[in-house]
Nanobody, 120 residues
Framework: VQLQASGGGLVQAGGSLRLSCTASGRTLESYAMGWFRQAPGKKREFVAAIYSRGGNQYYADFVKGRFTVSRDYAKNTMYLQMNSLKPEDTAVYYC??????????????WGQGTQVTVSS
C-alpha cells in the first residue's frame, strides 16, 4: 500500500486548503485513516481521523470547528478541508492508514507528507 498526500502550499492566515491522501495497492475501505502533522522542532501530533465503520470522525481540540476530514471510498481517497488557518498550523501534514487503530506506534502505512505554510 502506498499513500500519496497532496494539496499543501502557502496560504495567508484565515485562508483555506484541502489536502488529499490517495491510496494505491489495495482498497482501504475497511481501514481507519487519519492526518498527523509535525512542525519544526516538535513531535508529530494527531490532527484528525475517520473510521470506516460508521464513518466516525475525531479531531484534535486545536482544529475542532476549523478542519473537516472526509473520505471518498470510490476514489480510495481521504481529504482534510482546512479553514480559518492560523500560522501555528504550519507543519508537514502526513496521512496514515491502519486496519485497526491510529495509535502512532502501531500505524501500518504513512504517506510522504505535504507542507502547509500559513503566513501571518
Amino acid at each position: 500500500v502506498q499513500l500519496q498526500a497532496s494539496g499543501g502550499g502557502l496560504v495567508q492566515a484565515g485562508g483555506s486548503l484541502r489536502l488529499s491522501c490517495t491510496a494505491s495497492g489495495r482498497t482501504l475501505e475497511s481501514y481507519a485513516m487519519g492526518w498527523f502533522r509535525q512542525a519544526p522542532g516538535k513531535k508529530r501530533e494527531f490532527v484528525a481521523a475517520i473510521y470506516s465503520r460508521g464513518g466516525n470522525q475525531y479531531y484534535a481540540d486545536f482544529v475542532k470547528g476549523r478542519f473537516t476530514v472526509s473520505r471518498d471510498y470510490a476514489k480510495n481517497t481521504m481529504y482534510l478541508q482546512m479553514n480559518s488557518l492560523k500560522p501555528e498550523d504550519t507543519a508537514v501534514y502526513y496521512c496514515a492508514a491502519d486496519p485497526d487503530t491510529l495509535a502512532p506506534s502501531d500505524i501500518d502505512y504513512w504517506g510522504q507528507g505535504t507542507q502547509v505554510t500559513v503566513s501571518s
